[in-house]
């Protein structure tokens, strides 16, 4: 096995062991930016704290968040991906294993480019720390990870041949599938709080133009992973 695919499947270990414990602490103890501001901070007492295996889940819904969800994704391709490899040393991911682990690594990356660019700054704008939402697990999950798994695609992923649209296009699905829900939730039933403040307080008849603003993104985002792999695979 050369020295790229060993780094592949140290990398995509490294994702998913600690997705797992970051994940699993923040269910539990919360997040800091939700402890700092209380777990009830922005109507989030709507959702009903609970047990499981007689442990107190008291941030259980974190589960809902975008961040939760495509950190599971992510962990979930690459440690696939990861055993892919180790099985098959000699031969290169398939190419749904690939298109797979693109939509995963845009996924983390969308998660992390909000993050650092609208949830921290908006954070800040209301007298907060921008830094809360980027220690302890949320390091990994809001940052580390995702900057991994971008960089496991684009230089250590090898390549059969150039991606097309359709892959690029695919990677839209997750916040697709996660909008149908925000939606229902958020401004129909209204079950949920805006946690992410999409709606800057209330003003749902913008959540269209959101909706097609971070398909638009999530576009740009497979597309550039996708440019710069080809760029640095000698793909013409």
Known sequence: ???????????????FITMVIAV???????SRAARLDGSAAAGAS????????????????????????SNIFL????????????????????????TWYLVAASSG??????????LAPMRAVGGKNYFDMLLEQMFFLHFLNPIL????YIFFLEPKEKVGLKPRLLAILPPVI??????????????????????????YYI?????????????????GLVALHDHFSNLK
């Open 24 to 30: 699993t602490s923040t269910l539990i103890f919360g």
């Open 149 to 152: 798994a971008a960089v496991n």
């Open 207 to 223: 959540i269209p133009f959101i909706f097609l603003l971070v398909c638009a993104i999530m576009f740009g985002i497979s597309s």
């Open 109 to 118: 990356m969308l998660t992390c480019l909000v993050v650092i660019f609208f």
């Open 75 to 98: 962990g979930i391709i690459t440690l696939i991906a990861a055993i892919v490899v180790l099985k098959h040393p000699k031969k290169e991911l398939s190419r749904t294993m690939s």
């Open 1 to 15: 096995m050369n020295e790229k695919r060993k780094k592949f499947i140290g990398i995509n270990l490294f994702i």
């Open 178 to 203: 996660y909008a149908s829900p925000y939606i229902i939730c958020v401004c129909i039933i209204k079950c949920w709080p805006d946690f992410y403040g999409l709606t800057f307080g209330g003003q």
């Open 46 to 69: 709507q959702l009903v704290d609970g047990t499981f295996g007689g442990v107190k889940i008291e941030y259980w819904h974190h589960v809902v968040s975008f961040t939760i969800l």
